[in-house]
Structure formats: structure tokens, C-alpha cells
């Protein structure tokens, strides 16, 4: 209530009595029903790839069967594996073992005694496995991006996938994969695409992307968000589509799923 003295006048709205307190308003939002969701199938230590990479190769000939794959292809990821196996294992152990013996020999020519010329010690890297052959650079790109080729199957099950080694352990954990918008921009002599992206705490991200339904490409790893895409038109008077998804990057390579596809469209 105002007083005769408060200033107030027979006007002045809600002086005039007691004031009377908004009801307040609560807003609960469901809860989501909570999934079980999976780690990225990938060994993130060096010293598990060997290891995948040898069931991955032997396990997909036994699970062809159900699959129906091309027996090319099966053939070509199945040689990936088996030659990056032997990288990753045998060889890459002998070069580790070679490190200090190089080492020691360097320094006995420092300050060693004897006047006959030195013999430097040679790196033999381990013979091959039968049937091992060596494959061309880039194996483990095509191997994870057979994999996706699996996924796809119509014949394709989780079973199938625990089998081969390419879905991850179950935890709890969210943001498995990235998140990402896309923003349109003018460009020098074309629209360009802002990809703004979070990728809560890993080191990065793989950026793949298509134009006009074409084929999937490897566009960037990109450490730090944003990756402006500047590639120029298909054709240079005429919109194109592109799609994007990504990955997480980490351990020197893209791990995880792909996140969902989000599309834009590029003028001239």
C-alpha cells in the first residue's frame, strides 16, 4: 500500500494495494530412455592393431558367406589387413629393435678403438608371411572405408560386426561422434561452406564430403573448428549440392561412426 507521502499517485497502477508475487513457472522436460552406446571399434594402443587387423582379415572370409560382398573386394580389404598386420607387428617391432643397436654402433664410432674402416650395422626387416603381399599406400583409409561398405549389407548383423572386430565395446559415454553445422558463405568467385564443428575433447576430426550424390571423399582432418570448404564448382555456372559427414580423429587415424549427413547448397 502507498503512503500519502510515497510520491504516488491515484494512477499509478500497482501502488496502489499489495503486490501481488507472478506464479512461477516450471518446465520438466522428459527424461530420454537411456541407450547403450559403443566405443569406437579401432585399437587406440599400437599394440592391439596387429591383432585386429589379423581377425578382421580372417574372420571376413568365414562371414562372406552370409555377406554376399564381391569376392574382389574382399579379396583386396582382406590384403590391406594382412600386410598391415605384418607392418604393425613383426616389422615395426624389428625397426624398434634396430633403434638401439644404431645407436650403439654410432657411438662406438665416436670414440671407439680400431683403425679397420667401420662396418655400420644394416636394418633387415622381417621376410614377408606366405601369402602376405605388399599393398599400396593408404590400406587402412580403404580397410575403414570397407567397412562402412559392410554396414551397409543387406545381410549385415551386430553378430557379424562383434565377429569382424568392428563394433566398439559397450559403454555409457556420450558425444560419441562429433557435432557440426554448416553456414554458407560468399567466396572470391563462389558460395563457400563454413563447417563449425565440436569434437569435445578429442584431437580432431575427419571431414568427408560428396557433391551432387557422387562419391564419398576424405576432404580435411582438421584439428580446430571452423574448416572453411573453398573447393570450386563442379561446374562453374551451375549449383551443386554437398553433403557432409564426420568422424573423430585421434591416434593418427579417423575412429568412431560417422555422424548424420547434413546438406547444403553452393551457388556460383
Known amino acids: ?95 624398434r629393435d ?33 601369402g602376405v603381399a605388399a599393398v599400396g599406400a593408404g590400406a587402412l583409409q580403404r580397410i575403414f572405408a570397407f567397412v562402412q561398405v559392410i554396414k551397409t549389407s543387406p545381410n549385415y548383423t551386430e553378430a557379424i560386426g562383434l565377429q569382424l572386430g568392428i563394433v566398439g565395446s559397450e559403454e555409457t559415454a556420450e558425444n560419441l561422434v562429433p557435432s557440426f553445422t554448416l553456414k554458407v558463405e560468399r567466396g572470391d568467385t563462389s558460395e563457400v561452406v563454413r563447417v563449425a564443428f565440436r569434437k569435445y575433447g578429442r584431437p580432431g576430426v575427419a571431414i568427408y564430403s560428396r557433391r551432387n550424390g557422387g562419391a564419398w571423399e576424405l576432404l580435411a582432418i582438421d584439428l580446430a573448428s571452423p574448416y572453411l570448404d573453398a573447393r570450386p564448382l563442379l561446374v562453374a555456372t551451375a549449383p551443386e549440392t554437398r553433403e557432409y559427414r564426420l568422424q573423430y580423429y585421434e591416434a593418427e587415424a579417423p575412429v568412431g561412426d560417422f555422424t548424420a549427413i547434413a546438406s547444403v547448397t553452393v551457388a556460383p
Do not use: C
Not at 52 to 59: C, D, S
Open 98 to 130: 634396430f633403434g638401439p643397436a644404431a645407436t650403439s654402433a654410432l657411438e662406438e664410432l665416436y670414440e671407439g678403438p680400431g683403425a679397420d674402416p667401420f662396418v655400420l650395422p644394416v636394418f633387415s626387416a622381417p621376410a614377408l608371411p606366405v
Open 1 to 95: 500500500m502507498a503512503l500519502w507521502n510515497s510520491g504516488a499517485t491515484w494512477n499509478s497502477g500497482p501502488l496502489w494495494g499489495p503486490a501481488i508475487p507472478p506464479t512461477p513457472h516450471f518446465q520438466t522436460k522428459p527424461r530420454k530412455k537411456p541407450t547403450m552406446k559403443r566405443q569406437p571399434y579401432f585399437p587406440k594402443r599400437i599394440a592391439e592393431r596387429p591383432g585386429w587387423f589379423a581377425t578382421y582379415a580372417a574372420e571376413l572370409v568365414l562371414a562372406n558367406a552370409t555377406l554376399g560382398l564381391p569376392a574382389g573386394d574382399v579379396t583386396a580389404t582382406v590384403a590391406d589387413a594382412r600386410f598391415l598386420q605384418y607392418a604393425a607387428g613383426s616389422w615395426l617391432v624389428a625397426t
